[in-house]
């Protein structure tokens, strides 16, 4: 059920992104989601789990080598649109991801921990299901922020699992309802020295993607975007501790 990837990160400045994006241009095309907006980018709204002492935090501020996130993410909040209950494991350099759609009005009961049903489902994402409220259930995990950004995104030409994304405009809001909150008041800007470049592959790291990193001596950094939402929301005196 789980997809492997490598995912390099860099926090760079605006105009260094721009001369990745150059470089890696003869190699991409636009995301789906991003093809319909001239500048290839489109809002991301996460809502991340935790339990009351905030551990998933912790193990990620902690570098341990295993560890995992559990996320609610949506596109947007127009009619029919989904949102995608989430597991992102880690394990050193490389990631696991687990997703399942859910209309969004489920929500609330697949927080609850209660049973839902999903009519027409494959097996799997019934199992992507049934493993999201396991470890929410396990962690007695709650809404504890919803974290927003624009991603400027592309895949690759040759193979649709290799990505590159820019990520600008951080923000995020302290809640604990269970819902995907994509605008409104509350959110909080969250300050990033640059914008957050990433480099994503399933295998191998395609030639042209090495010969960026190399190329423009780009250094890999550590980022969670959940914990420097989190900082900054207690920075500004909200309640997420």
């Not at 597991?87 to 489920?106: F, T």
């Amino acid at each position: 059920m789980y997809r492997n990837r490598h995912e390099c990160k860099f926090v760079v400045p605006e105009a260094q992104a721009q001369h990745v994006l150059h470089l890696v241009r003869p190699f991409v095309e636009p995301d789906p989601h991003a093809r319909a907006h001239a500048d290839h980018s489109y809002t991301i709204a996460s809502l991340y789990l935790d339990d009351r002492h905030r551990s998933l935090y912790r193990e990620t501020v902690e570098g341990q080598r295993e560890r995992y996130k559990l996320r609610v993410r949506s596109y947007g909040d127009g009619p029919g649109q989904p949102v995608f209950l989430e597991i992102k494991r880690r394990h050193d350099r490389v990631v696991r991801k687990l997703r399942c759609a859910i209309p969004p009005e489920l929500l609330p009961t697949v927080l609850s921990g209660r049973a839902v049903d999903l009519p027409g489902a494959s097996p799997n994402r019934q199992a992507a299901l049934a493993e999201f409220q396991r470890l929410a259930g396990l962690r007695q995990a709650e809404p504890v922020a919803v974290v927003r950004y624009q991603r400027q995104a592309y895949v690759g030409l040759d193979d649709t699992e290799v990505r590159v994304t820019v990520d600008r405009r951080l923000c995020a809001l302290a809640t604990r309802e269970p819902a995907v909150t994509m605008s409104g008041p509350g959110f909080v800007t969250v300050p990033v020295h640059g914008v957050i470049l990433e480099l994503k592959f399933t295998d191998r790291c395609p030639a042209w993607m090495a010969a960026t990193i190399r190329n423009l001596e780009l250094h890999r950094r550590s980022f969670s975007k959940y914990c420097t939402s989190l900082d900054a929301l207690a920075d500004n005196g909200a309640a997420v501790s």
